[in-house]
């Protein structure tokens, strides 16, 4: 039924607004209407704030100052925007007609930041760096080939990356200097499309690389940059496991990452490259941890479990393997949990029944949630019938899947039709 009535609207009750002097909807010349009663040209003014809403995510912490780069839509498409404090003014900094997935300052000193593009919706992802000196924003990759996760090293001087480059449909590890694209090499060979780079080690000698099978069946392999060897860090069982979220531990000499080995959930663990010992970091949390981060120390670990279809944010010290108090959250869904270097504070957009995402942060030590943005809802008022909530499929590894706001915005049209 949803997907019915927004058929409809977007074929005659947009070409509607750029017919003002029509007292009824005038359907789109490639629409045929048939059955359809008429429809006062009223409905389209009322009906359009509801895709007027917009959102706000969290994407990078600059590495020395309180502040973020956030990605939000003011026009179009989503953009990069930098926000100075809680609640301060959103400052454009990329102007594209097409929308960016992603941005990332360099860790070091962020003078620079990556975002992902690609052209029209063609999902041929290009990689490209911005100066914040200049303004000037340079091509990494090659503009023809689909590239994507790229990621800092911690040095701050090289980005990996998967890439299609050699034969169009496998991805290959790629590595380039972040001021050189003529420097780009693959780094590894690898077969499939599944391929991702996880993250760099803290010496900038090895890659953590996940290949994807299926939403059930990934692995993590370990790559040598120097001479591209790679090692499956995770080996095949007898049933299928899914690894993810791989991270390097600060000191290297471990990895984090999350595994539905010999469990129903995904579970935080631990594996000792050394010894390949895994350890289970939350053996009684029976709910699926969906992301978590480390914190620049690498004494704290930030994560969110899916606790019956809502996020709950939970905190880890490494030294002890034991839990700390988190501060409670709005109930909602999170996501994009990210540190600020040297601090007890974290980061993350979050989503409520009565909002679209917007960014937080929570700080550790005192407890204080403050709110980062507070995106428009297109007139509607927060809290009210039809007010766009959550976009995300609140259980999402259940049978019982929830879209607040696919919800909220059909009793919105409804009552709008209703009342015209």
């Known amino acids: 039924m949803m997907k019915k009535l927004l058929f409809v609207l977007a074929f005659l009750v947009v ?53 973020m780069l956030i990605e939000t839509r ?19 900094l990329t102007f594209f007609p097409d929308r960016i997935a992603g941005a990332s300052y360099q860790p070091v000193t962020g003078e620079s930041f990556l975002f992902n593009k690609d052209v029209g919706g063609g999902e041929f992802y290009q990689i490209y760096r911005y100066d914040f000196a200049t303004g000037n924003t340079t091509l990494l990759t090659d ?23 050699r034969s169009g ?3 290959d590890i790629w590595v380039v200097s972040a001021n050189d694209a003529a420097s780009a090499r693959m780094v590894a060979q690898m077969e499939g499309g599944g391929w991702s780079v996880a993250d760099w080690s803290p010496d900038g000698k090895q890659l953590l690389a996940t290949n994807g099978v299926s939403a059930a069946e990934s692995y993590v392999w370990l790559v040598d940059i120097a001479s591209g060897k790679k090692e499956l860090l995770t080996p095949k069982a007898a049933e299928t496991v899914a690894y993810s979220n791989a991270r390097f531990a600060k000191d290297g000499k471990g990895v984090y990452l999350t595994s539905d080995q010999d469990s129903e ?57 034991k839990e700390v108090a988190a501060p409670k959250l709005p109930v909602g869904v999170l996501f994009g949990i990210t540190w600020r270097n040297n601090s007890r504070e974290v980061a993350f957009s979050l989503s409520t029944a009565s909002q679209d995402y917007d960014v937080y942060s929570a700080d550790m030590a005192t407890g204080k949630l403050e709110r980062w943005t507070f995106s428009e809802s297109g007139g509607l008022k927060s809290g009210a019938s039809g007010f766009p909530g959550s976009r995300q499929l609140l259980h999402q590894r259940t049978g019982h899947r929830h879209d607040l706001s696919e919800r909220a915005r059909l009793d919105g049209l409804r009552q709008v039709v209703s009342e015209a």
Request: glycine share 8%; net charge negative; no cysteine.
């Open 143 to 165: 503009g023809k080939s689909r590239n994507t996760d790229p990621r800092w090293s911690y040095q701050g001087d090289r980005i990996a990356y998967g890439s299609t480059k």
């Open 265 to 321: 959930f995904q579970r935080l663990v631990y594996m000792d490259l050394g010894s390949r010992k895994v350890t289970v970091l939350t053996p009684a949390l029976n709910w699926d941890v969906d992301e978590f981060d480390i914190s620049k120390d690498g004494r704290w670990i930030a994560f969110s479990a899916n606790e019956d279809g809502i996020s709950v944010l939970h905190v880890l010290d490494t030294k002890t393997n």
């Open 169 to 171: 449909n496998d991805v």
């Open 74 to 92: 003011f026009a179009e498409t989503a953009q990069v925007h930098l926000v100075k404090f809680p609640g301060g003014a959103r400052t454009q």
């Open 15 to 67: 070409p509607a607004l750029l017919a003002a002097q029509s007292d009824e909807v005038v359907p789109n010349e490639n629409l045929v209407a048939e059955g359809i009663p008429k429809i006062p040209s009223a409905i389209a003014e009322a009906a359009g704030r509801y895709g007027e809403f917009r959102a706000a995510d969290m994407n990078s912490w600059h590495p020395t100052r309180r502040e």
